[in-house]
């Protein structure tokens, strides 16, 4: 899995923000004098929850995790600027028609109609999330160092995981929260197009993402992530379980049982296991020192009602 795709995650919720139709600006928060607007905050809550009760579903919390993602989403993209990244015509069009290219005919558009889409807002939420990815790729690459006694460490705890021999072949969808996971699951659940949707929320080009999947050994991945893969049938779409980067949900695409992996095959599952987990702490470090030297001012409301909603 590509941390980048997490975060574009975030991206594709305030889409429809910045698609919408206009209301006037109230400010949810300011980054650095940048506005995140309440109908961005509103627009990426909506459809999340609904009917629940539960402590992660209440609304005054799930706003503050909305809103919390919408503010690292623009620190990353004021970096990107600041560090001179930019996105060229060329890097959009190519994004916007691997897109197009799997609606045959007019269904593209026929979909930016039916979900009120502004196609040129469309087209600036796209460039901004080549922007997101661009700054989140090359400052993972200053900060991901192996450390040899901790990978020494993780290896001898892993190595022999007592599991069948069998790799399958899936396609995922990962969010920063299980209220986000829970949405696309449910979307899925009513028959959208898992393929499509990946396509939709992450671009063609990411791993695991495509029609055709990734081939995985779950006797290399997380415990909870491999129970779901195991008992899941061929064909059908995991619960949501958490994991490296967030919270997901697999489609197996195929099973086959296979002899045991060689040594150096478990050896790269588990080097790519272990990169994924120090990956995922240095962008949550990196978010942090983002937001440490930033001046970021929220609304004061949204807070009140986070403390109501706690005493009920």
Same mark, same amino acid.
């Given at each position: 899995?590509?941390?980048?795709?997490?975060?574009?995650?975030?991206?594709?919720?305030?889409?429809?923000?910045?698609?919408?139709?206009?209301?006037?600006?109230?400010?949810?928060?300011?980054?650095?004098? !940048? +506005?995140?607007? =309440?109908?961005?905050?509103?627009?990426?809550?909506?459809?999340?929850?609904?009917?629940?009760?539960?402590? #992660?579903?209440?609304?005054?919390?799930?706003?503050?995790?909305?809103?919390?993602?919408?503010?690292?989403? @623009?620190? /990353? &993209?004021?970096?990107?600027?600041?560090?001179?990244?930019?996105?060229?015509?060329?890097? $959009?069009?190519?994004?916007?028609?691997?897109?197009?290219?799997?609606? +045959?005919? !007019?269904?593209? #558009?026929?979909?930016?109609?039916? *979900?009120?889409?502004?196609? #040129?807002?469309?087209?600036?939420? =796209?460039?901004?999330?080549?922007? &997101?990815?661009?700054?989140?790729?090359?400052?993972?690459?200053?900060? &991901?160092?192996?450390?040899? #006694?901790?990978?020494?460490?993780?290896?001898?705890?892993?190595?022999?995981?007592? %599991?069948?021999?069998?790799?399958?072949?899936? /396609?995922?969808?990962?969010?920063?929260?299980?209220?986000?996971?829970?949405?696309?699951? *449910?979307?899925?659940?009513?028959?959208?197009?898992?393929?499509?949707?990946?396509?939709?929320?992450?671009?063609?080009?990411?791993?695991?993402?495509? @029609?055709?999947? &990734?081939?995985?050994?779950?006797?290399? $991945?997380?415990?909870?992530?491999?129970?779901?893969?195991?008992?899941?049938?061929?064909? !059908?779409?995991?619960?949501?379980?958490?994991?490296?980067?967030?919270?997901?949900?697999?489609?197996?695409?195929?099973?086959?049982? !296979? +002899?045991?992996?060689?040594?150096?095959?478990?050896?790269?599952?588990?080097?790519? %296991?272990?990169?994924?987990? /120090? *990956?995922?702490?240095?962008?949550?470090?990196?978010?942090?020192?983002?937001?440490?030297?930033?001046?970021?001012?929220?609304? +004061?409301?949204?807070?009140?009602? $986070?403390?109501?909603?706690?005493?009920?």
């Amino acid at each position: 899995m590509h941390l980048w795709a997490r975060i574009l995650l975030t991206g594709c919720l305030i889409l429809g923000a910045a698609c919408g139709p206009k209301v006037p600006d109230e400010t949810a928060a300011l980054v650095n004098g !940048q +506005p995140i607007t =309440m109908e961005a905050l509103a627009w990426a809550a909506r459809g999340f929850g609904a009917g629940e009760q539960s402590a #992660e579903t209440k609304p005054a919390r799930l706003k503050k995790r909305l809103l919390d993602q919408l503010i690292d989403e @623009e620190l /990353i &993209v004021q970096e990107g600027r600041r560090r001179g990244f930019a996105v060229s015509d060329a890097e $959009l069009e190519r994004m916007i028609e691997a897109f197009k290219a799997d609606y +045959p005919g !007019q269904a593209f #558009e026929e979909m930016m109609i039916r *979900e009120y889409v502004n196609p #040129e807002l469309w087209k600036d939420q =796209m460039r901004r999330n080549i922007l &997101v990815k661009k700054t989140t790729e090359a400052e993972l690459k200053s900060r &991901v160092k192996v450390d040899t #006694e901790e990978w020494e460490h993780f290896f001898q705890a892993h190595r022999n995981a007592d %599991r069948p021999p069998v790799r399958m072949r899936v /396609i995922h969808l990962t969010a920063q929260t299980r209220e986000q996971a829970q949405r696309l699951l *449910e979307r899925v659940r009513r028959g959208r197009s898992f393929e499509r949707m990946a396509r939709e929320l992450f671009g063609p080009d990411e791993d695991g993402r495509s @029609e055709e999947g &990734v081939w995985v050994y779950p006797a290399a $991945l997380p415990d909870s992530i491999a129970k779901a893969l195991e008992s899941t049938p061929v064909g !059908q779409v995991t619960g949501i379980v958490e994991g490296d980067f967030g919270f997901a949900f697999f489609k197996i695409l195929a099973k086959e049982d !296979q +002899p045991r992996p060689g040594p150096g095959e478990i050896m790269r599952q588990l080097k790519d %296991r272990y990169l994924a987990q /120090i *990956e995922a702490r240095a962008y949550e470090a990196w978010v942090r020192e983002l937001r440490a030297k930033a001046d970021i001012v929220i609304d +004061p409301t949204l807070s009140t009602d $986070l403390e109501e909603e706690q005493t009920r």
